[in-house]
């Protein structure tokens, strides 16, 4: 058996679809469009690369980009400053600051300080609250995108083993929150965890959260699961290029059912899970209804 390959930028692309038609509408029926604030500080390049990409598709689905890049040296007061000022206007419906951030700056108290109704990342510690209590709120990007993918395969999750490999407050918590709310039977595994393998044995749907190319291997995979690979991990290649792997090994195809491949998978939908997060945020600012984009 070969597992069939979720094509995650194809659904990104329809989501981001979805969200540029209701960006119009809002513009013709409401006279307004929403806001988005990228908050870069500094000059990793990774960072640099997502938030070109970031911008890109904030442009592509008609929304206002106010994108702060800040240097190196910035401090805390004044990146609490510049938080401060994207909160109270009105026009920015949706922060994120790109993380890591400078070791002078304390990042929870950045998170902390970004309204909660505006953090379309959904790190707040209110989101996350809100996300644990099954209360409405703005969810994580990633985490978020890793359900749309997993019900492209199961119409629905109720009464799935699940498996989550990682705890961190990015991905592997919120998506076992996630899952939860959708009734699914939630494990969440990490690297203290006693005999992975059959951990992951159990599994009907498996989400590996680990930062680790390639660890998932084959025989750790039920027959016939759908598991879902949110890792970028960048390894060396042939002439001494990098390539992006994931951290299930390209064997796992021959025993899942289902395969988000990276790249190309859960990556894509990230982008498109932050614009939808923003077309929310800026609903719920006006007090209109959030567009049912299926999302
Ligand atoms: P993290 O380092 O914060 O967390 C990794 C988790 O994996 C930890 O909870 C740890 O307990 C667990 N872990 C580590 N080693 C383990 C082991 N040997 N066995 C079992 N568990 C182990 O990483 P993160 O921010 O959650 O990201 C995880 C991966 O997802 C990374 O590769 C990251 O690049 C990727 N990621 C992808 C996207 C995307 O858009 N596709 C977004 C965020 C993160």
Redesign the pocket.
Known sequence: MTASIIDGKAIAAELRGKVTEAVHRLLRDRGFVPGIAVVLVGQNPASEVYVRNKSKAVTEAGMRPFDRHLPESVNEAELLDLIAQLNADPAVHGILVQLPLPKQIDSQKIIAAIDPDKDIDGFHPMNAGRLASGLPGLVP??PL?CIILAKKVHASLTGLEAVV????????KPVAQLLLAENATVTV?????RD?PAVCRRADLLVA????AE?VRGDWIKPGATVID????RVAGQGGKTRIV??VAAEVAQAAGALTPVPG???P??IACLLANTLRAACMQRGLPAPNIGS
């Open positions: 990007c990633t995108g490999i990682g705890r961190s407050n990015i991905v592997g595994a990490h690297s203290k965890t992975l959260a680990i930062g680790r660890m949110v890792g970028i991990n994931g951290d998978g859960v990556g939908m990230t």
